[in-house]
């Protein structure tokens, strides 16, 4: 058998091949793998304490008949963080114990007022961007990116903008402002807060350190957060110890994965507003593709089909030319 015979039964076998491979490399197609770049990945999901929207531990509803029954309505029970369609967007869902919208929102929860505070890249400010939660974050863990959710808004503040620019903020935060988020798709269902933030706003969070932050709305409110006194009342939160007003957290939650942390660090306002700590965000992982695996092994299967044809042609061959 000559060469030319040789190596046009190997090219018959390659072609054949490659017919059968077909099918599988139509399952990765890059038609096919934008589809599957358009699915769900959940990159975080944190679980907080029941029964534990108390600040402190010893701060109480007000009175008033729209906050009943007085419990619950600012109770975070998990947090997740979803990435769609390879970061195009993000997808936050807040779950509560309870949500209730007395005042006919926007987007269908009243009370709930959330503040992230996002150390996704180098610098940025360990300050609040504006007083009001009382609380200091920590230095070693900046924010670059800001997001406020309410009923009514949905904003996002980088360190750059200027807290005080009342001409970017003039109805001080009536229903709209220059830092509204006009894309963001916000759905209540269900207790759960659904928040869609486009990823070329927001940035890339695998990997990001976030503060989560949870307090009750006020639109006269400092910052937007609910006032406390030391005495019950209709409209405020009722610290049942005495505590200095000036300094003591108007954060009611906090989202701390482990039993009686929230309690202890927002406790710690003696001489200073309490510090509180991140949560990690891990980073993202390369999902399992079994087609992508598949294609592998069968590529690897078809080299080893291929160099053992090539080797029985080249034996047959000189099995012919001993027996010439």
């Known amino acids: 058998m000559t060469l030319f015979a040789i ?33 769900q990945v959940l990159i975080a999901e944190f679980s907080d304490p029941s029964g534990d929207d108390h600040g402190p531990g010893f701060y109480e509803y007000p009175n008033h008949s729209v906050f009943s ?21 993000y997808r936050f869902i807040f779950e ?15 009370h709930p007022l959330i503040h992230l505070y996002i150390d996704s890249e180098e610098g940025g400010s360990d300050e609040l961007f504006r007083s009001g939660a009382n609380v200091s974050l920590q230095e070693e863990h900046p924010w670059n990116k800001h997001l406020r959710i309410s009923g ?33 798709q916000v759905e209540t ?40 006194q030391n005495r019950p009342t ?5 610290s049942t110890e005495e505590v200095d007003l000036d300094i003591a957290p108007r954060v009611i939650d906090y989202l701390a994965t482990e039993e009686g942390k929230q309690e202890k660090m927002l406790a710690d306002f003696s001489t200073s507003y309490p510090e509180i700590k991140p949560v990690k965000i891990p980073a993202l992982e390369e999902p399992f593709s079994p087609n992508r695996y598949l294609l592998s092994f069968f590529y ?15 034996s047959q ?8």
């Open 96 to 110: 509560f114990a309870r949500i209730t919208d007395p005042w006919d929102s926007k987007y269908g929860f009243s």
């Open 152 to 184: 009514w808004w949905v904003r996002l503040i980088t360190p750059a903008d200027d807290p005080w620019d009342m001409t970017r903020d003039l109805n001080i935060d009536a229903e709209s402002s220059p830092w509204d988020v006009e894309e963001a």
């Open 189 to 228: 269902t269900n207790n759960r807060i659904k928040v869609d933030i486009p990823g070329d706003k927001i940035g890339e969070l695998a990997g990001s350190w976030i503060y989560l932050l949870v307090g009750g709305f006020d639109p006269f409110g400092e910052d937007y957060f609910r006032g406390l």
């Open 7 to 39: 190596s046009k039964k190997l090219v018959i076998l390659i072609i054949m091949a490659g017919m059968i491979s077909w099918p599988l490399r139509s399952a990765v197609s890059p038609t096919a793998a934008a589809s599957s770049e358009k699915e």
């Open 69 to 89: 029954p007085q419990e619950e309505l600012l109770d975070l029970l998990s947090f997740y963080l979803e990435r769609i369609a390879d970061g195009e967007y």
């Open 234 to 238: 209709n409209w405020s939160f009722q």
């Open 300 to 314: 690897l299967l078809l080299g080893g089909v291929i160099m053992a044809g090539l080797f029985w042609l080249v």
């Open 317 to 324: 061959k000189n099995q012919k030319n001993k027996e010439q």
